[in-house]
């Protein structure tokens, strides 16, 4: 409801609108007044118009104000939940345990993969980062990262991971290469001034020796969040790997916190691998911690394994040799790991669906083959390793679904075996994070 009034000592003309009932106690008044002009003819000329500004503010501040009350209904309140903890000391109400988990992934960088796996001119990869992907795509020969969302109207340019194709997206054709971008029927867009400006979101990428990372706004330079020692043995390393023999992905049913700090004990192993990983005869082992890095190396103890290394080091050109088992955690979703030194394997752990669910990405990595004779038998111990791996994931993915939902703690663990130091450096890197991010 609204009139036109004239103010007592005032000069010209107002307008008087009405506060909607449900509003009058979030704005405080039960009605809204206006200047509208000197002149009675023009101020009717304009009431309309004013009027319309005035119910636009009503709608706008109904909307905000119902926003604001479904949000405060749909969390429990952090000093309520520290009550609830106090009281009934039970983790559904451990008040501050959520972390700030798409801040690590914008914040750090990732090694997700060697440049073997883009051999092919178009190879690219999908990487699920909780509900957003990057796409890292060979474009003639230059690896390049972006976000899998077009900036037109957000479609997804591609869909199936791990294949070939050109950037276009299937909606309405927009495509782009790491220095052009391509509009069908740019003549439509007047407000596009310049092509160049239209691009998808770009992610940086680096490479240390084939080994290819990408981040958003790392927190560090690349060198930095890996420390001298690790790029030293990722550089010999990354040099070594030759091929890429497979690529797969095992789904775990669980948070990705889950899935890394199983891959970080060789606790389970016993129980969890009886007939896969167990029978190397890898023990206790030892550790090495960085800032935002471990290593765990083991001998290990199978006649069979240190039989065939005998054989295969004739056979290959290893240039970062060992003994033994060995492997590498990058914070936060990477590793690699060798048996011997004579293949490679890297697993790329990746949130989605809301942080439930875990992909992980395991390739098997080949080193040079000494003469080509040595192909076929080559082959054949590759196929048997990476069925072998393939075993051992899924059984991880099983037990890592056992594990209660919300079990997972930033804290130390409460009960710890020395077999699980990994671990508590894991839970450590992310209390540093979230102490970097107060900063
Ligand atoms: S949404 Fe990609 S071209 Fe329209
Ligand atoms: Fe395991």
Same mark, same amino acid.
């Given at each position: 409801m609204s009139r036109i009034i004239q103010r007592n000592g005032r000069k010209g003309y107002y307008l008087q609108v009405v506060v909607p009932r449900e509003l009058r106690e979030i704005i405080r008044t039960s009605a809204i007044v206006r200047k509208l002009s000197d002149d009675k003819d023009e101020s009717l000329k304009i009431k309309k118009q004013v009027e319309e500004q005035i119910i636009n503010k009503f709608d706008e501040i109904k909307f905000k104000h119902k926003f604001k009350k479904n949000a405060s209904n749909n969390f429990i309140d952090e000093s309520l939940k520290r009550k609830l903890y106090e009281k009934i000391g039970h983790h559904f109400f451990e008040p501050s345990n959520e972390l700030n988990e798409k801040g690590i992934v914008l914040s750090y960088w990732h090694c997700i993969g060697h440049e073997v796996d883009f051999k092919e001119i178009n190879s690219y990869q999908i990487i699920k980062f909780f509900n957003a992907e990057v796409i890292v795509h060979n474009y003639r020969g230059k690896l390049w990262a972006f976000e899998n969302c077009c900036p037109h109207r957000g479609a997804k340019f591609l869909k199936k991971n791990l294949s070939t194709a050109q950037i276009t997206c299937p909606y309405h054709g927009w495509t782009f290469t790491p220095y052009s971008s391509y509009i069908p029927r740019k003549d439509t867009f007047p407000e596009i001034n310049s092509i160049s400006e239209v691009r998808p979101k770009v992610w940086k990428i680096e490479n240390i020796n084939g080994f290819i990372f990408i981040s958003? !706004?790392?927190?560090?330079t690349l060198h930095d969040q890996l420390g001298k020692e690790v790029v030293n043995i990722i550089s010999e390393i990354g040099q070594s790997i030759n091929k890429n023999y497979s690529s797969q992905e095992i789904i775990f049913n669980c948070d990705w916190k889950i899935a890394i700090e199983n891959a970080l004990e060789p606790y389970h192993v016993s129980f969890v691998? !009886?007939?896969?990983?167990a029978p190397l005869g890898i023990s206790d082992g030892k550790n090495i911690f960085y800032d935002w890095a471990s290593i765990f190396k083991d001998k290990i103890k199978s006649k069979k394994v240190k039989n065939s290394k005998k054989i295969f080091e004739k056979m290959l050109n290893i240039k970062y040799n060992f003994d033994g088992y060995w492997s590498l955690y990058l914070y936060p979703f990477s590793m690699i790991s060798s048996t011997e030194a004579t293949t490679f394997a890297h697993q790329f752990y990746q949130p989605y669906e809301n942080g439930n669910k875990t992909s992980c990405l395991t390739k098997l990595w080949c080193l040079e083959t000494? !003469?080509?004779?040595?192909e076929e038998t080559l082959n054949n111990f590759y196929k048997s390793v990476s069925e072998t791996n393939l075993k051992i994931f899924q059984e991880d993915a099983e037990i890592c679904s056992y594990v209660n939902e919300g079990m997972w703690n930033k804290k130390p663990l409460f009960f710890k075996s020395t077999l699980e130091a990994k671990v508590d450096h894991f839970r450590n890197c992310i209390r540093k994070f979230e102490n970097l991010l107060k900063k």
């Amino acid at each position: 409801m609204s009139r036109i009034i004239q103010r007592n000592g005032r000069k010209g003309y107002y307008l008087q609108v009405v506060v909607p009932r449900e509003l009058r106690e979030i704005i405080r008044t039960s009605a809204i007044v206006r200047k509208l002009s000197d002149d009675k003819d023009e101020s009717l000329k304009i009431k309309k118009q004013v009027e319309e500004q005035i119910i636009n503010k009503f709608d706008e501040i109904k909307f905000k104000h119902k926003f604001k009350k479904n949000a405060s209904n749909n969390f429990i309140d952090e000093s309520l939940k520290r009550k609830l903890y106090e009281k009934i000391g039970h983790h559904f109400f451990e008040p501050s345990n959520e972390l700030n988990e798409k801040g690590i992934v914008l914040s750090y960088w990732h090694c997700i993969g060697h440049e073997v796996d883009f051999k092919e001119i178009n190879s690219y990869q999908i990487i699920k980062f909780f509900n957003a992907e990057v796409i890292v795509h060979n474009y003639r020969g230059k690896l390049w990262a972006f976000e899998n969302c077009c900036p037109h109207r957000g479609a997804k340019f591609l869909k199936k991971n791990l294949s070939t194709a050109q950037i276009t997206c299937p909606y309405h054709g927009w495509t782009f290469t790491p220095y052009s971008s391509y509009i069908p029927r740019k003549d439509t867009f007047p407000e596009i001034n310049s092509i160049s400006e239209v691009r998808p979101k770009v992610w940086k990428i680096e490479n240390i020796n084939g080994f290819i990372f990408i981040s958003y !706004k790392p927190l560090f330079t690349l060198h930095d969040q890996l420390g001298k020692e690790v790029v030293n043995i990722i550089s010999e390393i990354g040099q070594s790997i030759n091929k890429n023999y497979s690529s797969q992905e095992i789904i775990f049913n669980c948070d990705w916190k889950i899935a890394i700090e199983n891959a970080l004990e060789p606790y389970h192993v016993s129980f969890v691998h !009886k007939d896969t990983l167990a029978p190397l005869g890898i023990s206790d082992g030892k550790n090495i911690f960085y800032d935002w890095a471990s290593i765990f190396k083991d001998k290990i103890k199978s006649k069979k394994v240190k039989n065939s290394k005998k054989i295969f080091e004739k056979m290959l050109n290893i240039k970062y040799n060992f003994d033994g088992y060995w492997s590498l955690y990058l914070y936060p979703f990477s590793m690699i790991s060798s048996t011997e030194a004579t293949t490679f394997a890297h697993q790329f752990y990746q949130p989605y669906e809301n942080g439930n669910k875990t992909s992980c990405l395991t390739k098997l990595w080949c080193l040079e083959t000494a !003469k080509d004779q040595y192909e076929e038998t080559l082959n054949n111990f590759y196929k048997s390793v990476s069925e072998t791996n393939l075993k051992i994931f899924q059984e991880d993915a099983e037990i890592c679904s056992y594990v209660n939902e919300g079990m997972w703690n930033k804290k130390p663990l409460f009960f710890k075996s020395t077999l699980e130091a990994k671990v508590d450096h894991f839970r450590n890197c992310i209390r540093k994070f979230e102490n970097l991010l107060k900063k």
